[in-house]
């Protein structure tokens, strides 16, 4: 099966700055690629995803890049601002079926 | 309506007791999921429902035993559970194959003591 590796577990910032989490993952067959946001208390939420038929995808402050044939892909959350505190996952899938794997998550901080 | 709803949020019950966990969602949704999820770890999907039919069961226990009534409601019953058992269980949605991401409610607290 899938195995997805997320990095780092932590990571605190000065908001303003930028925010970058990584992900590996093993089966070349995942196309699929959401990111998940986690708030204390709550269920996860999508906050972005990409198809392995991008690189690059782009919503306001938040962006992700995948590099399939080094089977990694990363979030890049710019202008940080402490509201972006929280968990975040990573997944990886194949369109074929109804399931994906997540990664470890990352705690992310913003200091104020 | 873009919502998942899990009732109860919070959850305290005894390992003799038999209680229930609901999901609801009315977005046309034809797949949904039981997933469990520790502190600080990532959720783990116990079960899946396509079409109303369970398609997948990660060998959860059989203390947990899921039901789907129709295509918008989702149950999980519990029953002689164990203290470890202890976790905050997440209800999610998708569209089905292919079509994107999972919506997920707020999760269901569970204390089993």
């Known amino acids: 099966g899938e195995n997805v590796e997320q990095h780092p577990s932590t990571l605190s910032v000065q908001e303003g700055d930028s925010a970058v989490i990584k992900c590996t993952y093993s089966?070349?067959?995942?196309?699929?690629f959401p990111w998940y946001k986690q708030e204390l208390g709550k269920g996860p939420q999508l906050i972005i995803d990409i198809r392995s038929n991008v690189g690059e995808k782009k919503d306001q402050r938040i962006a992700v890049t995948l590099n399939k044939t080094a089977k990694h892909f990363s979030l890049h959350i710019t202008e940080t601002q402490p509201e972006d505190s929280a968990v975040y996952f990573c997944a990886a899938g194949p369109n074929t079926g109804n399931q994906f794997y997540f990664g470890t998550g990352t705690s992310l901080t913003v200091i104020p | 309506d873009t919502e998942v709803t899990q009732t109860p949020k919070h959850l305290v019950m005894g390992m003799t007791n038999k209680k229930s966990l609901k999901c609801e969602q009315h977005?046309?949704?034809?797949?949904m999921y039981w997933y469990k999820q520790k502190a600080k770890k990532p959720p783990e999907l116990m079960f899946v429902?396509?079409?109303?039919?369970?398609?997948i069961n990660e060998s959860v226990p059989s203390r947990f035993s899921p039901e789907c009534p129709n295509s918008s409601l989702l149950n999980l019953h519990l029953h002689a559970l164990q203290p470890e058992d202890s976790a905050l269980y997440l209800c999610?949605?998708?569209?089905?194959?292919?079509?994107?991401?999972?919506?997920f409610g707020s999760g269901t607290r569970l204390t089993v003591v």
């Open positions: 999610a949605s998708s569209q089905g194959r292919n079509q994107g991401g999972y919506t």
């Open positions: 977005m046309g949704h034809r797949a």
């Open positions: 429902y396509s079409y109303e039919k369970l398609s």
């Open positions: 089966d070349s067959a995942s196309n699929y």
